[in-house]
């Protein structure tokens, strides 16, 4: 399996087929977009690059790449998770949630877990528990 092949591939799923403005099908290599634009597009395009072996079979060429945008997947998820956060710690509404697996603690107020159900820890992907509170009165 040729590079092109896998970076046609990526474009044809990506919205605009963007992932080609950074790729040169003539040399098989990332290109600079000098009119800039989708660095998320650049990023696939050099990712598949940089981990694509030619003396691979097809098979192991494409779990390659496959595993290869399953961990950038993974990881701007945790950094959306991270920046939904941030949202949710400035809110006084928050409320703690804590995994019982690993111990990985979120806050999170009503409002979303009304949108999005109750937490899932992103590190080991069970479902949070509410983190108990203790209720101290004050004089």
Known sequence: MKLNQLICKAASV????FVLEYWDMGKEC??????????LAQFIARELADTYDSKA?????VETAVRAMESAAENI????????DVMDELSPDARPWICPE??????????????????????CDCDMKLEEQSCVKKS
């Open 102 to 123: 690993c111990g990985f603690s979120m806050r999170r107020t009503y409002e979303s877990l009304a949108g999005n159900g109750g937490p899932i820890c992103p590190k």
């Open 14 to 17: 990506y919205p605009d087929g």
């Open 30 to 39: 990332p290109r600079e977009n000098p009119e800039g634009g989708d660095t």
């Open 57 to 61: 079979d097809d098979r192991m060429q």
């Open 77 to 84: 998820k945790d950094v959306a998770i991270a920046l939904e």
